[in-house]
């Protein structure tokens, strides 16, 4: 009997799906409550044309909260940890966001589009309820909506050459997270130098959903000459990056954690004089001292096939003193290799760290983030 899992009206479909179909990919998972390729059939292909080539992604399930009017900016302001007072029409902010308890609950990137418009780029949550939640609490004159918006990554070293190519020679002075309204052949949309990797690249934010096959074939027809392939945010350059994954690392449900536990600590700005939502909690949690802090691990044996995802780390003694949130095996590092948690008391050098893995320990040893 062959599983199948039905796809409902519950979740729904990128306006790159079809697109994508075509072009072979192999399997999905949901972020967003939306479908997003998780790989094209040969995980390792894509991960080389990540780091040696350009590849192209369907991030569309990196949803778009839209938050407009008079008071956009002060809602903005109260619901990031940083302060925006600076930031300037087409710069990007990565902006944790916490709820009054201090705990993160989305780590999104932040588009400020006009004086009062701006654009959270979100990670796995519904964040666009908390928004609502909040600006109606406080009487704020907003409005905060989901807009016909779906990015499209365009990643690797061969990247910027194709982009160039694309739009002009323009796009080299972006700065990181900088962005501007453009269109591509009529097709409207922001071009972003961003995206979820440390090998360079940008997001198309397509802002006509009709047209996604159509932005899809455009780009995958002028990276031919590149080597393009399609591919998905990597998991394995991500381990070995340090990139945080709101969701893999932590989440309210299953590991909650505050931003300075997850390495986002320099995002808090504490000593900005209005209030923020989690302010005085984070407070609190800093002046009592950090409990955990977010490190790399290696883990000893066979290479990794599959991995169980939050397992505890231990002392040989059976006492839990952390977390290994996600683990794969990295043939460029030679082992496997994961994220997580350790108790801030652990040291770096400490010896005697297992983890359970089909029944049977593992040694774990500590490394700083990203794997050098």
Not at 79 to 86: A, H, N
Not at 158 to 166: C, D, G, P, R, S
Not at 270 to 288: H, M, S, T, W
Request: proline letters at 5%; hydrophobic letters at 40%.
């Amino acid at each position: 009997m062959t599983l199948q899992i039905g796809i409902g009206p519950n979740t729904r479909k990128s306006v790159y799906f079809d697109a994508t179909l075509a072009d072979g990919v192999a399997s999905f998972s949901v972020y967003n409550h939306m479908l997003i390729p998780a790989h094209f059939g040969n995980p390792q292909a894509e991960y080389d044309s990540l780091m040696t080539g350009v590849s192209m992604w369907d991030v569309a399930a990196q949803r778009q909260i839209e938050i407009s009017g008079p008071d956009a900016r002060a809602l903005i302001q109260y619901l990031t940890t940083r302060d925006m007072g600076k930031t300037s029409i087409g710069q990007g902010r990565y902006v944790p966001i916490c709820d009054h308890a201090g705990t993160l609950i989305n780590d999104p990137v932040l588009l400020m589009l006009a004086e009062n418009r701006y654009w959270l780029s979100i990670a796995d949550s519904d964040i666009g309820l908390w928004a609502s939640a909040i600006a109606a609490e406080r009487g704020l004159d907003v409005k905060v909506h989901e807009p016909d918006v779906s990015p499209l990554a365009i990643q690797g070293p061969k990247a910027e050459a194709l982009v160039a190519e694309l739009f002009g020679d323009w796009i080299k002075d972006l700065a990181y997270f900088g962005f501007k309204q453009t269109d591509l052949q009529g097709i409207p949309l922001i071009l972003s130098r961003s995206g979820w990797s440390k090998q360079g690249g940008f997001e198309l934010y397509l802002q006509d959903g009709s047209r996604g096959s159509e932005l899809w074939a455009i780009v995958k027809e002028a990276g031919a000459a590149y080597g393009i392939r399609p591919g998905a945010p990597n998991d394995l350059e991500r381990i070995e990056s340090g990139l945080v994954s709101y969701g893999a690392d932590g989440r309210i449900q299953v590991n909650p954690c505050n931003p300075f536990e997850i390495s986002l600590g320099k995002l808090v700005d504490l000593d900005r004089p209005d209030d923020f939502v989690g302010k005085a909690a984070l407070q609190k949690i800093k002046a009592e001292g950090v409990k955990r802090r977010r490190v790399g691990y290696v883990i000893s044996g066979a290479p990794l096939e599959s991995f169980e995802h939050s397992l505890p780390v231990q002392t040989s003694d059976g006492q839990i003193v952390g977390l290994l949130s996600e683990a794969i095996h990295s043939p460029r590092f030679e082992g496997n290799i994961g994220v997580g948690m350790i108790a801030a008391e652990i040291s770096d050098d400490a010896a005697d760290l297992e983890v359970m893995l089909d029944h049977t320990p593992r040694r774990v040893t500590i490394r700083a983030l990203p794997f050098k």
